[in-house]
């Protein structure tokens, strides 16, 4: 296992005392470059994607059989009215259709943390299955994972999905979005979803930053630039479960895709790690 690796799982169980997790170090098999470039440097162009080059039209079909483990899931959306505007090609991934940013590497890196950190049985080594909000396979997949939502735009079979999807107990994270526009979208889509609902901005007292790690802050470095504030959002139903995370002026899998090279501080993904498996967490909890 890497030092890399290393130094961030006994970074983010420090404190635990007490509870019962199974950190199989040696498990991990992530591989890291160069850990002492220095900051500066971790910060320039991304790296090239390690992932299989998908392309949009020959995505595999979803096996239904995945449902028996903890599997986390991609949302897509029809984006072929902006290619030739936003220039992405038609292979998943960064580059790719906005929807697929950081695939597939993202997950596969959240699943081998939550495998280490519970006794979750997590899909491990898997491109995560992607479908669309009108897709009945969804019903079977408690967490599902959408980016990108700035371009969005959903039809009404979508939007009943998406309602039904979350009042029959799923979970939702959207992440990787930035801009006042985008966020409207967003307001836009959750009011014809839920026109009963409000989304409301969370504070570090909510449950879902306390219910395996305690989150520390959500003061939290810009990662699209200082004008662009980190801020997380949420949907509520009637009893107060919290059925949908927002991750606004953020892009926590970001992080979680590059986990095993030093493009991203080892602090800034370690935080990154904790919220994602306390969202994990909640939606498997309540």
């Known amino acids: 296992m890497s030092h890399y690796f290393s130094n961030l799982i006994v970074r983010m169980t420090r404190g ?6 199974i950190v199989a170090a040696l498990g991990l098999t992530l591989l890291v ?3 002492g470039l220095a900051a500066a440097q971790r910060r320039q162009r991304k790296p090239p994607s390690t992932g299989p080059a998908i392309s949009e039209n020959g995505i595999p079909k979803t096996d239904p059989n995945l449902s028996g483990r903890f599997t986390f899931v991609r949302l897509r959306f029809d984006t072929s ?3 030739y505007l936003y220039n992405f090609n038609n292979y998943l991934g960064d580059g790719g259709p906005p929807w697929s940013h950081d695939y597939p590497m993202a997950s596969r890196h959240l699943m081998k943390i939550m495998g280490e950190l519970s006794k979750i049985d997590a899909s491990l080594d898997l491109n995560e299955p992607i479908l669309t909000f009108d897709d009945p396979l969804l019903f079977k997949f408690p967490f599902a994972y959408l980016c990108e939502i700035g371009v969005m735009t959903l ?9 039904e999807y979350l009042l029959r107990g799923g979970f939702l994270m959207i992440d990787d979005f930035r801009h006042p526009s985008q966020f409207a979208n967003l307001q836009m889509h959750v009011r014809r979803v839920f026109p009963e609902y409000e989304m409301k901005r969370l504070d570090l007292n909510h449950p879902v930053f306390n219910c395996f790690f305690s989150i520390g802050s959500l003061d939290l ?3 699209y630039g200082t004008y662009y504030k980190p ?7 009637s009893s107060g479960r919290l059925m949908m995370i927002v ?9 979680w895709q590059f986990s095993d090279n030093p493009f991203r501080p080892i602090e800034e993904t370690n935080e990154a790690y904790k919220f994602g498996v306390n969202y994990i967490m909640y939606a498997l909890t309540h």
């Open 16 to 21: 635990l005392a007490g509870r019962r997790l």
């Open 33 to 35: 470059g160069l850990f």
């Open 155 to 163: 039809n009404d079979a979508e939007i009943a999905g998406w309602r």
């Open 247 to 255: 991750n606004y002026n953020y892009d926590i899998s970001d992080y």
């Open 221 to 223: 470095n810009p990662v």
């Open 81 to 83: 009215q902006y290619g």
């Open 231 to 237: 801020e997380f959002w949420g949907v509520e139903d």
